[in-house]
Structures are given as structure tokens and as C-alpha cells.
């Protein structure tokens, strides 16, 4: 499992690193409260691992993007 200091170093490895703008980093969090109000307990995360490879090879085609590097923790 990468933490996000790791994903960044391998990013920065990148052979076209120089023409980086921006690192864009997303680490979602489970609310206190669900939008109806009620205490949340827990969070149940399910990973489709073929959507998320057709959309990483999608967003990777796009132009300025050097990599696409996700973590995700189902359970």
C-alpha cells in the first residue's frame, strides 16, 4: 500500500517531471454525520478494479498528464 509521500516520490522519478504543474492529491473522509442527520459507524468501500483501470488508461491519454498513481482501501 503507497501513502501519499510515496505516490509524490514516485511522481517526482518521473522522466517528465520537469513539466509538471501540479501534483493533485484527493484523500477522502468519512463525515461525522450523514446528510439525513444520522451518526455515521463506518464506511463499506467495494473497488470495481476494471472501471478504475479503464478510467486510469482514459485520464492518462489526456493531455498533461504524466501518471495517474490511486490507493484504495476496500473494506
Same mark, same amino acid.
Given at each position: 500500500m503507497l501513502d501519499?509521500?510515496?505516490? %509524490?516520490e514516485i %511522481? $517526482? /522519478?518521473n522522466q517528465d517531471f520537469k /513539466?509538471? !504543474?501540479?501534483?493533485?492529491c484527493h484523500n477522502g473522509v468519512?463525515? !461525522?454525520y450523514?446528510?439525513?442527520g444520522k451518526k455515521? /459507524? !463506518?464506511l463499506k468501500v467495494k +473497488?470495481? $478494479?476494471v472501471k478504475l483501470k479503464d478510467l486510469i488508461n482514459r485520464i492518462k491519454k /489526456?493531455?498533461?498528464?504524466?501518471?495517474? +498513481?490511486?490507493n484504495i482501501r476496500e473494506g
Open positions: 501519499m509521500n510515496r505516490m %509524490i %511522481i $517526482k /522519478k /513539466k509538471v !504543474g501540479m501534483i493533485l468519512i463525515r !461525522g450523514s446528510k439525513d455515521v /459507524k !463506518g +473497488l470495481d $478494479k /489526456k493531455p498533461g498528464i504524466i501518471d495517474v +498513481l490511486v
